[in-house]
């Protein structure tokens, strides 16, 4: 099976490997999210109530204010990588205790596909994807 492996910044530790969910837009917490369920709550948002509870979710920002934190309570996603950050993203991480990367030398929106494996090492500051099988 294809491997890949791109490289990042980490925002917060850990290593934890799981199944991708990608979302081609920004995502927002607070109101947008349900953090007992794991899915967003943003009816035009193209992850709409899709599960995102033990995946590795992929995205290109958050946006919004600090209701991102609510990503980190009840049913939360096993690890965050981003294109782009903001300050309240790396506090809502830090608080909950998901490894979080951003800053990729490749666009990991462009690289990692829904249901490919994802393999996150943030101590090590990589991803190593296994594309799903066709």
Known sequence: MEKIRIYGRAEWLGIVEAEAIVSSKPLEGFTNVDPAKGYTTEREHPLFKKQYTDKVLVFPSPRGSGGFLMYGYGAKPAAF?????????????????????????????????????????ADEGYVEITKKRS
């Open 81 to 121: 990588l981003h294109t782009e950050t903001c300050p309240l993203a790396v506090a809502a991480v830090c608080a909950a205790h998901i490894p979080s990367m951003t800053d990729f030398d490749r666009d990991p929106c462009e690289v990692i596909e829904t249901g490919d494996m994802v393999l996150v090492n």
